[in-house]
């Protein structure tokens, strides 16, 4: 079969726009196929059902009528008898497509414009396509481009294969860029939007760091050395954390490289930014001493509930700790993912005498003792009457000082002004409006119902409602800083368990769950039993 030159150079022409454009063929056919069929419908009237085929290997175009069987017409144009579309095919049922073949149509001027434009806009819509699924799987990378402009502080990349995006915000700070610079940064974000995928690119951006060192220490591209967090002040200081998995490699040395030619390829990247490199560590307690230098610590005390850590540092090492406008300990904050909060040896040690002061005038207060026991009994470690009051008799018997008649003296009296005041505590609750029921949830004190009713939490049904944080108070970051909103019973040294049992106690109550079942814990046990007995 012969092939004429019109058929030869539409596949010609269909061929070359996807080599240029980077895209399917076959999208390109289908493009001119829709272009066909528009220009048809123009021709033979709108509300004809015509589709287009375009053979790709020959270059050959066919047009044809679409008609739905019917039993009754009602549209003549899409519609036709059952009966006389059997006698076009006789195996034609209800509900079957006819195409009727229609003679090829020749393009007028403005059919021609028509047609080019509907090929323009799906190539365009199939290469915008193409483009948003190769940059989504990039996200997370580096990428090299020029810039193409720049327009109010905002910079227009271009990618080769597409335009990307640099927000003002996401310069460095002092960063000027003008028409044909390169420029490397780092994909944070690809969306798919009407005017085609808009690619994001960020230098300032924590992770825009990692990858610029795993492009200059080996280690890290092959897996040896792992980055484990990054906490970046753009343009002015940086802290990142780093861990080898060879114990016979220096994650430190290696990321500074020789005379620091590894780390001054990225601080030149990044404008002078000065970069800490700090050796990361499972344990908490190091591995935040280790992010707060250069300066040295004296003590550390952490909060693992709160994840809270209170650092005592020397006097003279206090500015140091903190950084100018507080950057270090900001920076060092966000590298570790813990709150930290840093005195002065001084300050803890004023704080520490002014704790025992008033741990002192409890005891005195509470128990009626003189000066020296109540001291003996602060210096212990009670921090509280109902630490004395629950001792075991025996143990507070043991401390040197106190014996076994002053003992259990100690312990009625504590027991006594526990009495008191929890008598006090059910007065208010009961003026608070605080319902009986609430008492009757496991784990529930007077003074907590009291706290409880404070905050308006007053029913058993309002208890079933809070969650942890409502009672143990959380850590926000607002405008930039981390701060402590408070929680109704974070006052009770309660641990996250114990608040969520309180919780969970008070939803079986009120019959939104049911409370687990004690016989299979008991069975577990039991058979744990016997086979320690049988070893």
Not at 319 to 337: D, E, P, W
Not at 499 to 505: C, G, S
Request: hydrophobic share 40%; aromatic share 6%.
């Amino acid at each position: 079969m012969a092939v004429s030159a019109n058929r030869l150079e539409l596949l010609q022409i269909a061929d070359a726009v996807a080599r240029e454009k980077s895209i399917d063929k076959q999208v390109v056919i289908a493009a001119m196929e829709e272009a066909i069929q528009k220009a048809a419908k123009s021709r033979y009237g709108q509300d004809n059902e015509i589709k287009a085929e375009i053979d790709p290997k020959t270059g050959e175009t066919r047009l044809h009528r679409l008609r739905l069987v019917v039993e009754k017409i009602e549209n003549e144009a899409t519609e036709i008898t059952l009966e006389e579309a059997q006698i076009r095919n006789p195996a034609a049922q209800v509900g079957d497509l006819i195409a009727e073949p229609l003679p090829p149509i020749d393009f007028g001027r403005i059919a021609a414009q028509a047609a080019k434009q509907v090929i323009f806009q799906k190539v365009r819509d199939a290469e915008r396509e193409k483009q948003f699924e190769e940059y989504r799987d990039r996200v997370g990378e580096v990428v090299h481009g020029t810039v193409k402009r720049v327009e109010y502080g905002n910079v227009v990349v271009d990618l080769g294969r597409g335009e990307a995006f640099v927000r003002r915000d996401e310069l460095l700070p002092r960063e000027t860029f003008r028409t044909g610079d390169r420029i490397r940064a780092y994909i944070y974000d690809v969306r798919r939007e009407a005017r085609g995928p808009q690619i994001f690119l960020s230098r300032t951006h924590p992770q825009f760091m990692a990858k610029l060192f795993a492009q200059e220490v080996p280690e890290i591209y092959d897996g040896i050395i792992e980055i484990k967090s990054v906490a970046r002040d753009p343009g002015s200081r940086a802290k990142i954390a780093v861990v080898s998995k060879d114990s016979s490699i220096d994650p430190v040395g290696a990321c500074v490289g020789m005379r620091g030619s590894r780390v001054q390829a990225v601080v030149q990247e990044l404008q002078g930014e000065k970069i800490d490199i700090i050796p990361w560590s499972y344990d908490a307690a190091n591995f935040v001493v280790n992010s707060l230098a250069p300066a040295e610590v004296s003590k550390v005390v952490l909060d693992e509930d709160a994840r809270r850590i209170e650092v005592v540092v020397p006097d003279d090492q206090l500015s140091l700790a903190i950084g100018r406008r507080g950057q270090n300990v900001r920076l060092a904050s966000q590298l570790t993912g813990w709150q930290i909060d840093i005195l002065t040896e001084a300050e803890e040690s004023e704080r520490r005498q002014e704790l025992f002061r008033k741990r002192t005038e409890l005891f005195m207060n509470a128990l009626d003792v003189d000066e020296t026991l109540a001291q003996l009994l602060a210096s212990e470690n009670f921090s509280s009457i109902e630490d004395l009051a629950y001792i075991a008799p025996e143990e507070l018997a043991e401390i040197q000082g106190i014996g076994e008649e002053t003992g259990n003296e100690l312990q009625r009296r504590a027991q006594e002004f526990l009495e008191r005041q929890n008598a006090i505590y059910d007065e208010k609750r009961r003026e608070l409006g605080v319902d009986d029921d609430v008492m009757g949830i496991e784990g529930i004190t007077p003074a907590m119902a009291v706290a409880l009713g404070e905050g308006e939490v007053k029913t058993v049904e309002d208890v079933a409602g809070c969650a942890t944080d409502d009672l143990l108070g959380w850590n926000e970051t607002v405008d930039g800083e981390r701060k402590r909103q408070p929680g109704l019973l974070e006052n009770f040294g309660m641990t996250a368990d114990e608040a969520n049992a309180i919780i969970m106690a008070a939803r079986v109550a009120v019959g939104w769950i049911e409370a687990p079942e004690p016989a299979a814990e008991e069975e577990v046990a039991a058979e744990e039993a016997a086979e320690e007995t049988t070893e």
